[in-house]
């Protein structure tokens, strides 16, 4: 069965599309957090946290003043990079204290006819441990790029990456007691859950992809999972030339 959005995609909106962007200031409220990131870049450049109202009234600004200025029509104005804002979540699951998500990839091997291969890909942790309150990117982006701007990253660099044999073993230990887990969690819901919500992914952009023999495309998916042991999508990318437009925020993101 195809999954609900809410079901594996935290509540977002597009903050180049009017409609979206009025919801959600109206839907913002002080005290929450929310990540805003831009629909076209890699390696969590351009992402920051909104999480107090001086950040809210200043990016709430900046759109209002480029209305404005496209309604003057006195000057051509050069469109704000589209964005789209997230709602955080707050209680991820943590290894050893720490924040981390799992990168997995889709690869779509041939476009004539579709043929789709999964690899579970690995873990990616943060070098200190998680504080939400933390103004620290570091603390709640977990992929490489982000880390190295971590003081601590030389010498914790091989503890920011686990194997998914590791992962699976961990949580075994750890996790599957207290929650009522199966054996190899891992292995068997989490990488199910992952293969069907790339699947849905795909589905929902399969109308943009360029169908011609000798296409093929790799697609980087990001997933977290929270303490509640419910999987989430945090972010998809692909390095390549067949995906036309995002067809879901910050799930297929990159306009190439």
């Known amino acids: 069965r195809l999954l609900k959005m809410k079901e594996f995609f935290p509540e977002s909106f597009r903050l180049d599309l009017k409609d979206d962007r009025n919801t959600f200031f109206e839907l913002c409220k002080e005290g929450q957090m929310w990540i805003c990131k831009p629909s ?13 109202p001086a950040a809210l ?7 209002h003043s480029f209305e404005e200025r496209l309604l003057s029509k006195k000057v051509p104005q050069k469109a704000p ?12 699951l943590l290894l050893e ?4 998500d799992v990168r997995s990839y889709l690869l779509i091997a041939c476009t004539a006819p579709y043929v789709l ?32 701007k971590n003081p601590l990253y030389s010498q914790l660099k091989e503890e920011t990456v686990w194997r998914m044999e590791h992962f699976n073993t961990y949580v075994n230990e750890k996790f599957r007691k207290a929650n009522g887990l199966p054996k190899d969690w891992v292995f068997t819901v989490f990488t199910k859950r992952m293969q069907q919500i790339m699947l849905q992914c795909f589905l929902a952009a399969k109308h943009k992809l360029d169908s011609k023999l000798g296409y093929f495309d790799l697609i980087g998916c990001d997933f977290l999972i929270d303490e509640n042991f419910k999987v989430q999508i945090q972010y998809c990318q692909t390095p390549s030339m067949i995906l036309a437009r995002c067809l879901m925020p910050a799930v297929l993101t990159q306009a190439l």
């Open 97 to 100: 204290g720490k924040k981390f």
């Open 81 to 92: 990079q589209a964005r789209i804002v997230q709602r955080y979540i707050h209680q991820p």
């Open 40 to 52: 076209c870049s890699n390696q969590g450049q351009g992402i920051f946290l909104l999480k107090s």
């Open 117 to 148: 291969c999964f690899a579970q890909g690995y873990v990616r942790l943060a070098c200190v441990n998680y504080d939400a309150a933390s103004e620290d990117l570091t603390v709640h982006l977990t992929n490489q790029y982000m880390q190295k």
């Open 57 to 63: 009234n200043s990016i709430q600004a900046k759109l």
